[in-house]
């Protein structure tokens, strides 16, 4: 149990290290979708649900400005976290099925068959 605790604490302590520098890049005001869709990340991680769909929301504007497919998707699926987190299942549903889509469009099978197999799971 001991080590268990440690490995928690020094993974949160990272998380949060990482979320520092991340938030530093955007207050230098970042016009980059995977810095905030990253923070994002790292906000869920440390359970900020609020602040991770704001950046994931940013991240989402920024993405589809740049026609970014995989950044889209990759935000689609943070937001999706949320709406299941959230207990919404339909907006979850919504934000997966277009995460998927966007991941087949951009290449990345492997991570629209992640997202197919988690659809599966909130069915």
Sequence with gaps: MILFDIYVNQNQKLFLDSANVLESLVKQDSKTAIIHRLLGDMYVYL?????????????????KSANNLEEIAASQSGL?????????????KSLLLQAKENYTLSGKISDAELVEQWLLTID
């Design 47 to 63: 359970g900020m649900i609020a602040e991770a769909k704001r950046q994931y929301y940013q991240a989402l504007e920024l993405a």
């Design 80 to 92: 999706g976290h949320i709406s299941v987190v959230n207990q919404d299942l339909q907006e979850a």
